[in-house]
């Protein structure tokens, strides 16, 4: 006796249609991605009279003879560097915390929370800075000028990106439970946050601190805007004068940017292959 | 100033902790507008085995993490060893728990898992791995040491959650219905298993749990919970044979409710000869409990009824006996004294001694 499937026919035309409409799609985002990236790798590797190609522009950025004209960029630089820094450390330290507390221990606060850390992706950076501006001169009578106070304000600019890291993985772990096991194991608070806490969410603070980085790195109005130098308004200042090397950097920092992505994704990947318990799991 | 309750030696070389006297004075915990704990009272004795049975929402749960001291008590006294606990930190009250959810560390290895609470306890490396082997020998997974959670099943979750709870050789062991996500086979061995090494150990333990069947095997006492308080407490036999309460009886297996009414020691059930009664129940009407293995068929006599329903359970089949609109009767017989829906039949009952309560309860 043979055995016979009912049912409509697969088909194969509609699944060959799709196939090709998700490659036309990917075909033309990366297009418009690789377009202008392409265009300012050939803009940056033309030679000086314009007939050919060389990396004099980029052994330019490296060689000491120019230090003095891309003094600026370098301050811009160390700038950023010192408050992508700065801006992480200040998510890692305040933010997370309040939420594993809130999640914790009260969490009908977790909506409030949620609205307060994504109110600062509706508000303009321009409108923001007029908010800051006062701020800021008290700022800078209490805690000086330094480049490292503009991290205060990057702090509020990345909450909604790094609260949406960390949250995204405070749902998907049964945090209560673990905690709780650790507590009856002996573990004090201090200990149960280093030891459970911490690992358990790693997934979400990697994401949270390389996101803060990139924003930071690609920060450009409240810096202008403020008059503080970082990568952004010295890549502006450098391009007056040599637009060859604001290019170069842009697209080292778009190098940047687009390895971080890739430790995150990477780092994502790890964690899926070691699944946390979650709360829909279990119940 | 927070204490800190007096632990065992980690060294000790039995292996074994000692059981601890727990004891509930008047427990209440309040929640906003709902009072889950009314008045608990609840003893342990060292080295027992008490299991909390209650419907959802009864405080069973909130009376064991109260005792953890993961849930404040509004007020009341709870006593581990004589010593009143209640404002001493969880992580001080050196209690073991297994939780009803997976509570393995997924960053860590089964052994790590294990050597945990003793890290915490600042025992040295070597002490550690040899606790943490021992533990694990004893829930039979001493070979997935370098395992990671993901990589074990929901029993062997457990099982290492077990071992993780016992390491630290703690007074009292918490079991928050930790058979409740396995299935049905594995949660009967994983139930024998953690009766067989809370023997073992003498570790007095409170096992929550709304599975009757569960209670029932595995426990010393089981304490029935209703609405925050204590129904009844008693062995399983007891608790099955004698229930105190309406709510008991029917919670507690199956029963049939049928009218009856007592005189003297005895009770006067329709269909059948009086039987003796259970305790000293006032004279007059009752509600009277049959289990359903003391209701047979008979060919004279008893009540006449039709059957509605039969089911194969396996050992026995159950009978649904419809008397009048008003009582069903469920009975269990052999599989050779099946009949069929619909005919004519006549019942009795003949339990040696019948439950009884007041028909207002």
Request: charged fraction near 20%; charge should be positive; aromatic fraction near 4%.
């Amino acid at each position: 006796m043979s055995a016979r499937t009912t049912g409509a026919p697969r088909s194969t035309t509609a699944g060959g249609a799709g196939t090709v409409a998700r490659r036309t799609a990917l075909v033309v985002v990366g297009a418009l991605f690789a377009v202008p990236i392409a265009a300012m790798v050939a803009f940056s590797l033309r030679s000086a009279d314009g007939t050919g190609h060389d990396l004099n522009h980029w052994l330019a950025i490296v060689d000491p003879e120019n230090e003095r004209m891309y003094r600026n960029l370098v301050e811009g630089v160390t700038n950023s560097l010192l408050l992508a820094v700065v801006s992480a450390l200040l998510v890692l330290v305040l933010l997370v915390p309040a939420m594993v507390l809130v999640h914790l221990r009260h969490p009908r606060l977790v909506r409030p929370l949620e609205f307060v850390c994504l109110v600062p992706i509706t508000v303009p950076a321009i409108v923001l800075v007029v908010g800051l501006a006062p701020v800021y001169s008290v700022v800078s009578r209490v805690a000086g000028s330094g480049a490292w106070t503009l991290a205060l304000a990057y702090g509020v600019t990345v909450l909604p990106y790094a609260y949406r890291a960390v949250q995204s993985d405070l749902a998907a772990t049964d945090l209560r439970t673990l905690t709780e096991a650790a507590r009856t194991l002996g573990s004090s608070w201090p200990r149960t946050m280093a030891l459970v806490v911490v690992p358990s969410l790693r997934r979400g603070l990697l994401a949270a601190a390389f996101i803060t980085v990139a924003v930071v790195l690609g920060e450009f109005t409240i810096a202008s805007l403020l008059n503080r130098v970082n990568l952004q308004t010295a890549l502006v200042q450098v391009s007056r004068s040599d637009p060859y090397a604001a290019v170069i950097l842009a697209l080292i920092s778009l190098a940047f940017a687009f390895v971080l992505l890739l430790v995150i994704g990477r780092v994502g990947a790890l964690g899926a292959a070691r699944p946390i318990p979650t709360r829909k799991a279990l119940s | 100033m927070t204490a800190t309750l007096p632990r065992p030696s980690l060294t000790s070389p039995t292996g074994v902790g000692a059981g601890a006297a727990v004891a509930f004075h008047d427990v209440t915990k309040q929640f906003a507008g709902h009072r889950a704990l009314t008045g608990l009272d609840l003893e342990l004795q060292p080295g027992e085995l008490v299991a909390v049975l209650g419907p959802s929402g009864c405080g069973k749960t909130t009376a064991l993490r109260s005792l953890a001291g993961l849930e404040d008590v509004t007020s009341g006294r709870i006593t581990i060893d004589g010593r009143d606990v209640v404002g001493v930190p969880t992580h001080r009250r050196d209690v073991g728990m297994v939780f009803q959810a997976y509570s393995l560390f997924p960053h860590l290895t089964v052994r790590q898992n294990v050597e945990f609470g003793l890290r915490m306890r600042r025992v040295d490396k070597a002490a550690r791995a040899t606790r943490a082997g021992e533990m694990l020998d004893l829930v039979g997974l001493g070979d997935l040491g370098e395992r990671y959670a993901h990589q074990l099943s929901g029993g062997q979750q457990q099982r290492v959650a077990l071992a993780r709870a016992l390491v630290t050789r703690p007074r009292v062991l918490l079991l928050d219905e930790p058979l409740s996500a396995l299935d049905a086979k594995v949660r009967v061995q994983l139930r024998d298993e953690i009766r067989r090494i809370q023997r073992e150990l003498s570790i007095t333990t409170l096992f929550v749990t709304h599975d009757q069947e569960e209670a029932l095997a595995v426990a010393d006492r089981v304490a029935v919970m209703r609405a925050g308080s204590i129904e009844q407490v008693g062995t399983p036999e007891e608790l099955y044979s004698a229930p105190a309460t309406a709510f008991v009886a029917e919670f507690v297996g199956t029963s049939n409710r049928v009218s009856g009414e007592v005189i003297g020691t005895l009770v006067r059930l329709a269909g059948c000869p009086e039987v003796p009664v259970v305790g000293t129940p006032d004279e007059g009407p009752v509600w009277a409990y049959v289990r359903p293995e003391d209701v047979s068929f008979v060919e004279q006599g008893g009540l006449a009824g039709v059957v509605e329903s039969v089911s194969f359970l396996g050992a026995v089949c159950r009978t649904r006996v419809r008397v009048d609109r008003e009582t069903l009767l469920v009975l269990d017989h052999r599989a050779d004294e099946r009949r069929e829906p619909g005919v004519p039949v006549r019942v009795s009952f003949t339990p040696a001694r019948v439950a009884v309560t007041t028909r207002a309860s």
